[in-house]
């Protein structure tokens, strides 16, 4: 039995404004909850290999890769699905299985909140 946790997802607002999982940096200390679900999703991408899959996806054509397109990072095949399943774990990733291929997509929001996450915040005066 895994013990490990999902980051939760977030969702667009109407909007199209994303609140992400955490403040910026700059704006307060984050509490243990949100330092907990931070680190799950950057420890998530610590892994080069992870990090070149998670590119890979975000960067291809129509916002969604087939894992037959995705497969040549220079590691076995299985080892390919261990990483894009700790990136699923970690709420980076969703998938879908079409036939005998998976297809892989960004979560929509998770670009937009890990920018936010490291964005400065102007400084009230």
């Known amino acids: 039995m895994s013990n490990t946790k999902v980051l939760p997802l977030l969702e667009p607002t109407p909007d199209q404004t ?3 999982c955490c403040p910026p940096l700059t704006e307060r200390p984050f509490t243990a909850d949100e330092a907990e679900t931070a680190a799950r999703m950057f420890k998530a ?3 080069p290999v992870r990090l070149r899959l998670f590119s890979l996806v ?3 054509e129509g916002g969604e890769a087939c894992v037959c397109d995705i497969s040549d990072v220079g590691v076995s095949q299985p080892t ?3 990483h894009l399943k700790k990136l699923k774990e970690a709420g980076l990733l969703t998938s879908e299985r079409r036939g005998t291929w998976v297809y892989y997509r960004v979560e929509p929001s998770v670009l937009a909140a890990m920018g936010r ?3 400065i915040t ?3 005066a």
């Open 80 to 82: 390919v699905s261990h």
């Open 18 to 20: 994303v609140a992400p």
């Open 117 to 119: 996450l490291l964005t």
């Open 58 to 60: 975000a960067s291809h």
């Open 122 to 124: 102007p400084v009230a």
């Open 45 to 47: 991408l610590g892994d």
